[in-house]
């Protein structure tokens, strides 16, 4: 759970914690930036390493069973 001042938005509050929410007012969802910066390098390695790919690898890394309905998302 990320606290936040009353005189920060929600967004200043996750990037202050190293993340980005996906909506600059009320975000329901948060990704980390060390998660995006890892998707970073590895399109400079390989350009063709898909999304999906990337999301499987996240799923796997965390254990997490990869819905179908997720990656249609991206």
Avoid at 7 to 34: F, Q, T
Avoid at 53 to 65: E, G, N, S
Wanted: aromatic share 14%.
């Amino acid at each position: 759970c990320i606290t936040r001042p009353a005189d920060r938005s929600a967004a200043e509050a996750l990037i202050l914690h190293g993340y980005l929410g996906n909506s600059p007012l009320y975000p329901s969802v948060a990704i980390s930036l060390k998660t995006l910066e890892l998707l970073r390098v590895l399109k400079l390695v390989k350009a063709s390493f898909s999304i999906e790919a990337f999301a499987k690898l996240i799923c796997h890394f965390y254990y997490v069973r990869l819905s179908r309905a997720w990656i249609y998302i991206w």
